[in-house]
Protein backbone atom coordinates (compact mmCIF):
# COMPACT_ATOMS: atom_id res chain seq x y z
CA UNK A 1 0.00 0.00 0.00
CA UNK A 2 1.51 3.56 -1.15
CA UNK A 3 0.54 7.00 -0.17
CA UNK A 4 0.77 9.09 -3.43
CA UNK A 5 2.92 12.01 -3.25
CA UNK A 6 0.16 13.60 -5.49
CA UNK A 7 -1.86 13.68 -1.78
CA UNK A 8 0.63 16.50 -0.70
CA UNK A 9 -0.12 18.51 -3.79
CA UNK A 10 -3.94 17.85 -3.43
CA UNK A 11 -3.69 18.98 0.14
CA UNK A 12 -0.81 22.07 -0.13
CA UNK A 13 -3.60 24.59 -1.34
CA UNK A 14 -5.81 23.94 1.60
CA UNK A 15 -4.34 26.78 4.26
CA UNK A 16 -6.00 24.84 7.06
CA UNK A 17 -3.80 21.64 6.30
CA UNK A 18 -0.72 21.56 8.93
CA UNK A 19 0.47 18.55 8.02
CA UNK A 20 0.97 15.66 5.93
CA UNK A 21 2.17 12.34 6.17
CA UNK A 22 3.04 10.19 3.89
CA UNK A 23 3.82 6.58 4.77
CA UNK A 24 4.66 3.01 2.99
CA UNK A 25 3.17 0.28 4.51
CA UNK A 26 2.81 -2.97 3.80
CA UNK A 27 -0.14 -5.56 4.47
CA UNK A 28 -4.43 -5.59 4.57
CA UNK A 29 -5.02 -1.87 3.28
CA UNK A 30 -7.85 -1.70 5.69
CA UNK A 31 -5.89 -2.29 8.48
CA UNK A 32 -2.76 -0.39 7.31
CA UNK A 33 -4.75 2.92 6.87
CA UNK A 34 -6.92 2.29 10.23
CA UNK A 35 -3.39 1.76 11.97
CA UNK A 36 -1.96 4.76 10.25
CA UNK A 37 -4.89 6.83 11.35
CA UNK A 38 -4.14 5.56 15.27
CA UNK A 39 -0.47 6.50 14.75
CA UNK A 40 -0.54 9.65 13.69
CA UNK A 41 -3.69 11.12 15.03
CA UNK A 42 -4.76 11.78 11.92
CA UNK A 43 -7.78 14.22 11.37
CA UNK A 44 -9.48 12.92 8.10
CA UNK A 45 -8.25 9.73 5.88
CA UNK A 46 -8.32 10.48 1.79
CA UNK A 47 -9.42 7.44 0.06
CA UNK A 48 -10.24 6.09 -3.23
CA UNK A 49 -12.73 3.94 -4.78
CA UNK A 50 -12.98 1.35 -7.52
CA UNK A 51 -16.47 1.89 -8.24
CA UNK A 52 -17.32 -1.90 -7.95
CA UNK A 53 -20.38 -3.34 -8.34
CA UNK A 54 -22.16 -5.26 -5.63
CA UNK A 55 -20.89 -8.35 -5.88
CA UNK A 56 -16.90 -7.80 -6.73
CA UNK A 57 -17.54 -5.62 -3.56
CA UNK A 58 -18.77 -8.21 -1.46
CA UNK A 59 -16.01 -11.08 -2.91
CA UNK A 60 -12.89 -8.19 -2.55
CA UNK A 61 -14.30 -6.27 0.29
CA UNK A 62 -14.11 -2.27 0.18
CA UNK A 63 -11.45 -0.71 1.77
CA UNK A 64 -12.69 2.68 1.59
CA UNK A 65 -16.40 1.26 3.33
CA UNK A 66 -14.29 -0.59 5.75
CA UNK A 67 -12.07 2.62 6.91
CA UNK A 68 -15.42 4.64 6.49
CA UNK A 69 -17.08 2.35 9.84
CA UNK A 70 -14.10 1.61 11.68
CA UNK A 71 -10.82 4.76 11.11
CA UNK A 72 -11.36 6.80 14.41
CA UNK A 73 -11.37 9.95 12.12
CA UNK A 74 -13.36 11.76 9.22
CA UNK A 75 -13.27 9.46 5.86
CA UNK A 76 -13.54 11.38 2.79
CA UNK A 77 -14.17 8.71 -0.27
CA UNK A 78 -12.91 9.83 -3.16
CA UNK A 79 -14.62 8.35 -6.36
CA UNK A 80 -13.12 7.41 -9.63
CA UNK A 81 -14.17 9.98 -12.23
CA UNK A 82 -16.47 8.53 -15.07
CA UNK A 83 -15.24 8.56 -18.54
CA UNK A 84 -17.02 10.05 -20.79
CA UNK A 85 -17.11 8.13 -24.66
Known amino acids: MTWCPSSTLLCSWIHEVNDVVLEVGEGDARNVLCEAVEKHHASILVVGNHG ?14 YCAHHAHCTVMIVKKPKIKH
Request: no cysteine; charged share 20%; hydrophobic share 45%.
Open 52 to 65: YGAIKRAVLGSVSD
